[in-house]
């Protein structure tokens, strides 16, 4: 689960992490308003979305608009925000279509000495959480990993213990951090680390951490993301969820029990399992098409569940045919052969829809089809399937 | 032989009690598998089916003898589960249970890794020798007794790999979900090192998909270690980078974990990649051919 940056600066808050003075709004008056409260001649304005690369993003409506603006009037403030609030931001991280800016963030300036930057991952090789650091704050991290590994520097740390100090001195010494800003460091990471233990974070990242002319340390930005299997017991971060930053259809998918992400190919997919599903979007364009979405019915999907998921799939536009591989192990194949006649009597297809059966009561999962009259391609394995599900397209 | 189950091993259900507990027991015993006993804490003394449910691990340890456990109980109470079935002596552990936070995995694996104890998943479908013993919930009837050392991070994707093989007439010596979690208690490398020393495993085949590192690992494991012929098909080729494709492990983040970049390891090893999934049957025959 993403939140945004001013909801991930609140957490540093309160965690003892230190940040900016800084105020959300959601219109150019509250914009404003916020410059004045702040004081500083200088300010930065910064677009709230789920998504990095905000600064060289540009808004649509506006094109000359970058998502981050550093602004040096009230007036200005409020001309940024006008600009951003409502508009739709695009980044290289949000796709094409970008993604509405509903609320601004207004920060002080500050006095940069250096830009650093600051990661908290789990490094699934080593089954830990490692905290990564680098001189090269500011630029995209994925591109010094490419290019100069050996200017990141990492620590691992069990989550039991937590950072320790020594673990600190060590990457302070290759951060170029010296003197009292080694201790503040200390502080600094050692919450950060704790943040990440007691909140179930899957990221923390920080780019830049700021090094002031002062010493002082200071998260420019915040990112954080969350495990989604542990919101049950993270009940305040739950909170924070913004439905609005979602695919709606794989809110309401997630809402059956169904697992949905939506490409922009044109053949639907149902699938039970992960993995059989992510093979199945592979086999389709191995014949040369392309999926429309991923989706994982789950192993005991019912007759409600499979009618949701057509509906779902047909709900997008650019669908011309649909194709269900199923092999049943939980799921039973008649089960979803049921569903399958179920859905068709209630929603009715109008596009080519390919079967592919096999596992737990396959023949029976295929008498109900043969009985029914809903118009069925039938397949009797994964290339058969993928072969007549791209014909139908051309056809 | 086979590797970490046999006819003779005794296993309990943790959350027998439950809905799934109760109809996978049920599965198991009647595939073959020696279903032992169950627990429920506060339900101690019934039984299901006539098989004794107790209220710790330790108590039907100690009544039956038994030495593996498969988990069903809610995600919270996973690692607790796992932890209890390790205090008391139980050498493999198969967490069916989806949707474990990552951290107490975390805390769970730094107690795994001390001890002498193979724990598959969680967020997996189990494990089978067919014939012999199927702790899991994978259908029985698709495995035939047979050859090839299966193992994978998908459920059905196996089962599909399960088929094809089959198909083949190769058969599985043993079957492995590994589970489709960033964390999971057995490696890949755990399973190759099992199977190249067992008498039974003649070949492997590895089904990994996209998300961490684990198969290039094993690609690396394989190219200093494996004699047997190895097989492979990695799933997600065409998944978007930045999404959680249903597994919480199988995600592109950063731009590492690509399809692209498994196969690519795994081909400079020598071995023999399924481009499609229909293909991975018979990806373990050409396999086989090569080192023949």
Redesign the interface.
Known sequence: MKIHEFQAKELFQKAGVTVLRHMVARTKEEAAAAYDELGTPLAVVKAQIHAGGRGKGTIVEVPDQHGVQLVQSREEAAQVAANLLGNTLVTI?TGVEGKVVNQVLIEEGCDIARELYLGIV?D??V???VLMCSTEGGVE??KV??ETPELIHKEHF???YGLQSYQVRKLCQKLGIEGASVRIADRFMKALCRLY?NS?C?LVEINPLVVTSEGDIIALDAKVSF????M??QKEIAEYRDLSEEEAMEVRAAEAGL?Y?K?DGNIACL????????????????HGA??AN?L?VG?GADKDQVTEAFRILLSDPNVEAVLVNI????ARCSTIANAIVAASQEIGFEIPLVVRL???EVEEGRRILEESDVDIITAT???DA?TKVVAAISG | MSILINENTKVICQGITGNAGTFHTRGCRDYGTQMVGGVTPGKGGQDVDGIPVFNTVGDAVAATGANATMIFVP??YTADAILEAIDAGIQVIAAITE?????D???V??IVRERDVALIGPNC?GLITPGECKIG???GY?HNKGSVGVM?????????AV?QTSNEGLGQSTCVGLG?D??VGTSFIDLLKLYEVDEQTESILM?G??????EE?AAAYVAEHVTKPVAA?I??????P??R??????IIS??KGT?AEKVKALEAVGIEVA????DMGAAVVRAIAKKA
């Open positions: 991280q789990l699934r090789a089954q830990q959480p991290i994925e990993a490419e069990d989550p039991s233990v179930d899957s495990d989604s299997n542990a049950y017991r697992s992400i490409l699938v039970n399992g992960a993995g059989l599903a992510m093979s199945t979007m592979d086999i389709i364009k191995l392309s999926p991923f994982d192993g092999f049943g192990g939980i096999e596992g737990t394995d994964l290339t993928a | 995600a919270a949707g474990v936070p990552v951290l995995m975390v805390r694996y730094e479908p919930i994978m259908p698709i994978s991070r998908s459920g059905t994707l196996t089962y599909e088929w489709g960033p964390i089904i998909e996209i998300g961490g590192t684990a690992e098909f799933a997600g080729r065409t998944a978007p930045g999404k494709m249903g597994h919480a492990g199988a950063g731009g399809a481009v499609s999934p229909a």
